[in-house]
């Protein structure tokens, strides 16, 4: 099962790379954070007991 902090991880990353070229390291950073931390509440609401994989 992956984890809703590692799905919220994935997310941000992903809108991290796609809406934030030339940025700053730290000001990445900061964007990151910021989409984070939403996502996994949202996350977290939505699934409260995780996403199981199907393989």
Wanted: no cysteine; net charge negative; glycine share 2%.
């Amino acid at each position: 099962m992956i984890s809703n902090e590692q799905r919220a991880h994935d997310i941000a990353l992903a809108l991290l790379q796609a809406n934030s070229k030339d940025l700053e390291p730290i000001e990445a950073y900061h964007r990151y954070v910021n989409s984070l931390l939403p996502i996994l509440k949202e996350i977290d609401k939505d699934f409260p007991h995780g996403i199981k994989e199907h393989l």
